[in-house]
């Protein structure tokens, strides 16, 4: 009776894992039920680990889900161990290359084959007819939750993209019109990353700061409409031209006509940024909350990268000046609380200033930052044997730390394909900044090991975009690759490269 019941477990896991949506498309928890619920029937010998392993675009098992062992992505080595248990077309056993022998159930869906669950049982233990026929039928329910699970990210990371295609276009266009007197077109990329750095200390929403990130660089589209003679005189405007240069918002609103959430953000950062809290700004003398949010951030972070940077017809501020400007026009010029929060995120926008300046680095220049705030999560670890002896690196070399620490954080909670693609193409944005910025300070400063530098750099970003595409067709096994291909590459380029570049401060 008692292994009728133990049978009955087997029949409801079964009946679960067939069910749309598997075990709350877990494959961690799917593993650890599944082994839990065969531990519990004396004619499977459960012991030690089990695993899910699927292919990837290679035609490789990769392993994806364990159980007993610490996360794959933790330790990526570990799953070393289970090279030898390949795939056959039905149930066998095999042995990892510890000894431990592993029950082996195939995944596949028709012709089309999955990957593997390998169960950890006892060394001399053979299965019966009946225990084969039973594993058969949990071979095929599990197959189809994982087929599942791979679907549902495929559609949502096609769905997120659809979105992102829109997005990239309002962006492309803002950076464009940036281009026109800032070649570098850095101001953007700064006066984005204050603006969201502000937003977040308003604590705003998730979602209305990924509305800012895509509307802010549109704050100066309307420019495009303004001529040559004007937008690209070196010395003050007349009185004429600063009128004609004024209507660079009403420009930006006609452009941005619609009723999309992304272009409505636009239109109004366009239209007021130049709108004052008092109602002393232009073009319709707005006041208070009668200004878009969206466009009060957007009014400091402006003001404040202008500020601070050097132009043909100004010399940058020093920002302790810059900052004691803004704060004092708090409640005129300004919203009081967006410059109370500007002023609480300064850590991180003096940190901004820093990874995407303009000028060309000076492997000597000493910098001290304000330390930034981290999450209690840090998957990938700064020491100071990373160090390059290069402070302006060393920076950069962080922050590509904390957008790998974001991309696994999602992975490790499970945000889904679409999360961890938004920050794969964030991290491959910001690499394409600091490899540039590399790049030219060893060119300025005649870098033997440029060229090979360069190629590795080229590497990388080839590898990314690899990892974007294979996220389509393999969104579980890629992400674990993803994780691993970073944590190793990060370390190991700084290690044995970009240590060298510590012969430009010493040489």
């Excluded at 009946?15 to 039920?33: E, K, T, W």
């Excluded at 090279?83 to 195939?106: C, K, N, R, W, Y």
Aim: one cysteine or more.
């Amino acid at each position: 009776m008692h292994q009728d019941l133990q049978t009955v477990d087997i029949g409801k896991l079964i009946i679960r894992l067939s069910a749309a949506g598997g075990l709350d498309l877990d494959l961690d928890g799917m593993l650890a039920h599944l082994h839990e619920v065969l531990g519990k029937l004396p004619a499977f010998p459960v012991r030690g680990t089990s695993v899910i392993r699927l292919y990837n675009s290679e035609n490789r098992l990769v392993t994806v889900a364990q159980h007993g062992l610490p996360p794959v992505w933790q330790q990526p080595a570990a799953a070393d161990r289970f090279a030898p248990l390949t795939a056959v077309e039905g149930i066998s056993l095999a042995q990892a290359t510890d000894g431990e022998q592993f029950l082996v159930l195939p995944l596949a869906i028709g012709n089309a084959r999955l990957g593997q669950a390998a169960i950890g049982v006892a060394g001399d233990w053979q299965p019966g007819t009946g225990e084969i026929a039973l594993l058969t039928d949990l071979g095929t329910a599990l197959s189809g939750s994982v087929s599942y699970l791979m679907m549902k990210e495929t559609l949502a990371l096609r769905e997120m993209e659809l979105e992102d295609a829109r997005s990239q276009v309002i962006k492309r266009l803002g950076i464009a019109s940036e281009f026109r007197d800032n070649e570098t077109g850095m101001h953007i990329m700064r006066m984005t990353n204050i603006a969201l750095a502000i937003a977040k200390e308003l604590a705003m929403p998730q979602k209305q700061r990924d509305i800012l990130s895509v509307a802010a660089p549109m704050h100066d589209v309307g420019k495009i409409g303004i001529s040559d003679a004007i937008m690209l005189k070196p010395g003050r405007l007349s009185e004429e031209e600063f009128a004609v240069m004024k209507t660079h918002t009403e420009i930006g609103e006609r452009l941005l006509a619609g009723c999309d959430s992304l272009v409505e953000a636009a239109r109004d950062i366009a239209l007021c940024h130049h709108e004052n809290w008092d109602g002393s700004g232009y073009p319709r003398g707005l006041k208070g909350e009668r200004i878009s949010i969206f466009a009060r951030i957007c009014a400091v972070a402006d003001v404040f990268d202008a500020l601070t940077s050097r132009r043909p017809y100004k010399e940058a501020w020093p920002v302790a000046e810059a900052v004691g400007w803004i704060r004092g026009e708090a409640g005129r010029k300004f919203d009081p609380a967006v410059v109370q929060a500007f002023e609480d995120a300064l850590p991180e926008i003096l940190r901004i200033l820093e990874l995407y300046r303009e000028e060309i680095i000076n492997p000597r220049q000493r910098v001290k930052l304000p330390e930034p705030f981290y999450s209690n999560t840090r998957w990938v670890i700064w020491d100071a044997s990373l160090s390059v002896g290069i402070d302006v690196i060393d920076e950069h070399h962080r922050y590509l730390f904390d957008l790998t620490n974001d991309l696994i954080n999602v992975m490790v909670n499970r945000r889904g394909t679409g999360a961890l693609l938004r920050l794969l193409s964030a991290l491959s944005d910001y690499a394409e900044v600091h490899f540039r910025a590399e790049e030219r300070m060893m060119e300025h400063f005649g870098y033997a090991g440029l060229d090979r530098q360069k190629e590795q750099h080229q590497t990388f970003q080839e590898r990314l975009r690899r990892f974007a595409v294979d996220l389509h067709d393999y969104p579980v096994v890629t992400q674990v690759e993803l994780v691993g291909y970073l944590r190793g590459w990060l370390v190991g380029h700084i290690k044995h490269e970009d240590t060298l570049l510590r012969a430009l401060v010493t040489g």
